[in-house]
């Protein structure tokens, strides 16, 4: 791990990222005329903490504000905290877009501070994982970005998805998010929006923020078909996608076929530490289908085989060159591709974050704003979790993260902290209230 410098450490704390988040708040315009009560910038960082705390509900963060602690001034920097009520209606006219930025801001201090390089995968490359996920869906509450079902006994449903992209690396846990993409209702247009639409708006956002980034796309074989693939080449990306043989019977048609007359590439290594068997089985060029005979795809298939006789199966198709030396990154890459449902998606709706729950849905924009505000939480707390010593020592201490974020929200009610970082070197302490334990936030 390259350890980045102490300036640059300093401004991946999370004071650091939510003094810069907080900054780039105060830039979206608040379109209320007057001197509002309370600044459309307090009320995007109190939605912000209210993530960061993990609070189930937007009655149960208005609960804080009853806390004795002066915390939410010294820590999130916020100096008056909305109550619920007040918070959706200053969050509800947002638009989404203006906090795209922000995701922005955060990632180039990780590069900066050289953090990124942690994630490289392969020649320079990272890995980018794109999958969408549904988090909000009713058959009652509803907004104008709604997407909207139809069912056949009359009844309508009312659902929000995103399309969510995060950088990836086969040893580490934590992943980057990057801004998600809403799959919302499209001004102008009478048909439901769509995760391959989203997609194709993601990825040209992505190429205009970050012109060079290079990039292996790993994603379901959802994605695997001509016009996607398309798309990533005119966006410079390489690929490596899933592929089933179920789905893409033309191109393993093509693939036995090969392999009968002896065109195709095999590898078997033993990994002698656990018996495991690796076994691949490759070929270049085959037409992805039969309506695309001209777009050729490089295709890898494995085999593990476990030394109990269980056989696992997975079979990709890519861009990237196939070689002995190549093929189990390859492998390891297209494998990666889960950390976005198992670390990302599954984080946000099943390990504190409550992505499911409707903390208010709006009349306008409000439940994707808060879908967004809680990506970038998210964002802080994986940077934390990478390379903040001091939320690494307190998350050490507690069995699971959500006695972590337990024992974080009872701290912050309790006693006042000068900084965030000051409230984790606590609890990596072991607090003692009668103590004076906040000397040194080194
Ligand atoms: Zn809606």
């Known amino acids: 791990m390259v350890l980045p410098s102490k300036k640059a450490r300093k401004h991946l704390s999370a004071d650091g990222l939510f003094e810069r988040i907080r900054s780039g708040f105060d830039q979206i315009p608040d379109l209320r005329s007057g001197q509002p009560e309370i600044s459309l910038g307090d009320a995007l960082m109190s939605a912000l903490a209210m993530f960061s705390l993990k609070d189930a509900s ?9 806390d004795p602690t002066d915390n939410f001034r010294t820590i999130y920097g916020i100096r008056r905290v909305p109550c619920d009520t007040q918070m959706r209606a200053l969050l509800d006219p947002v638009d989404p877009e203006s906090l795209r930025p922000l995701f922005v801001d955060v990632f180039r201090c990780l590069q900066r501070g050289k953090v990124l390089e942690d994630f490289v995968f392969l020649h320079g490359s990272y890995l980018l994982s794109l999958d969408g996920t549904g988090y909000f869906s009713s058959s009652k509450i509803q907004c104008p970005s709604c997407l909207v079902k139809h069912h056949r006994g009359g009844g309508i449903t009312y659902h929000h998805q995103m399309l969510g992209a995060t950088l990836v690396h086969p040893d580490l846990k934590q992943v980057i998010p990057l801004a998600p993409e809403p799959i919302i209702q499209q001004d102008g247009s009478a048909k439901n929006d769509c995760e391959r639409n989203a997609t194709r708006r993601w990825l040209k956002r992505f190429r205009q923020e970050h012109p060079h980034l290079p990039v292996i796309v790993v994603e379901d074989a959802l994605s ?25 019977a033309f191109l393993f048609q093509r693939l036995r076929d090969a392999d009968d007359a002896g ?4 590898l078997t290594q033993v990994d002698p530490d656990t018996g495991v068997v690796h076994h691949f089985r490759w070929h270049h060029q085959v037409p992805l289908n039969e309506a695309n005979l001209d777009m050729l795809v490089n295709v890898l298939e494995y085999w593990e085989i476990h030394a109990d006789g269980t ?20 492998m390891r ?6 950390k976005i449902e198992n670390e990302t998606f599954n984080t946000l709706k099943n390990q504190g974050y409550h992505l499911e729950h409707n903390y208010g849905h709006g009349a306008q924009n409000l439940s994707v704003v808060l879908a967004m505000l809680m990506m970038l939480a998210f964002l802080v707390d994986q940077v934390q979790q990478h390379c903040c010593p001091a939320f690494q020592a307190a998350r050490d201490r507690y069995r699971t993260k959500r006695h972590l974020w337990e024992r974080i929200r009872h701290l912050f009610q309790a006693f006042l902290f000068a900084s965030m970082t000051e409230l984790l070197m606590a609890l ?3 607090l003692a209230p009668q103590q004076p334990v906040f000397g040194d936030s080194s």
């Open 58 to 66: 937007l009655l149960a963060f208005d609960e804080r504000r009853r």
């Open 333 to 338: 890459g297209g494998r990666a591709r889960w």
């Open 263 to 266: 065109q195709t590439q095999h």
């Open 311 to 330: 056989i696992q199966y997975f079979s990709w198709i890519t861009d990237l060159p196939l070689t002995p030396d190549t093929v189990f990154d390859v």
């Open 224 to 248: 695997a078909n001509a016009p996607h693939l398309r798309d990533l080449a005119d966006a410079r990306m390489r690929y490596i996608i899933g592929v089933k043989p179920g789905d893409h």
């Open 428 to 430: 990596a302490r072991g």
